[in-house]
């Protein structure tokens, strides 16, 4: 039965296996009277329905990714290489920054140019300061606002 699972593992809920894992102990009802399914897994979670798993287990084919609904699906949180598919060329950008800095004439302006850049570049070594706590400003003070 392990077979059943072999391309969801990974890919899909826990929640999920544990719903088809259930609906597989129906199965056997199936085999019986087809008419009993329903379809109930299909039409309100987007999930394969007993009939449809006993197709599978009858075949021995692992279930497919594609027929679980993307709600169940898992999010692939490894970013992608970028590809620049605009066609714009940033180095020319770059470089325009980099001219504008050398012609600036003021300290003060190039010092924050540089503390903007270094935000973007290393946004974990900002040097801002955490913001302030909320004051309430209404209602009735609590015993330890005093």
Not at 9 to 31: N, S
Not at 59 to 85: A, Q, T, Y
Not at 107 to 127: C, F, H, N, T, Y
Request: hydrophobic share 40%; proline share 5%; charged share 30%.
């Amino acid at each position: 039965m392990d077979g059943l699972y072999y391309f969801l593992k990974g890919y899909v809920y826990q929640k999920v296996l544990k719903l088809i894992r259930d609906e597989v102990a129906h199965v056997e009802d199936i085999w019986k009277d087809p008419i009993i399914c329903g379809c109930v897994l299909r039409t309100n979670r987007g999930l394969p329905c007993a009939h449809e798993l006993k197709m599978d287990i009858l075949v021995g084919s692992p279930m497919p990714l594609e027929d679980i609904h993307v709600f169940w699906k898992k999010l692939n949180m490894i970013p992608e290489k970028f590809v620049n598919r605009t066609g714009y060329n940033f180095n020319d950008e770059i470089q325009r920054v980099v001219a504008k800095f050398d012609s600036c004439i003021d300290g003060d302006a190039s010092l924050r140019v540089i503390q903007q850049l270094k935000d973007i570049s290393r946004p974990s070594e900002i040097s801002g300061v955490a913001p302030e706590a909320k004051v309430r400003t209404r209602g009735r003070p609590t015993l330890g606002d005093y």
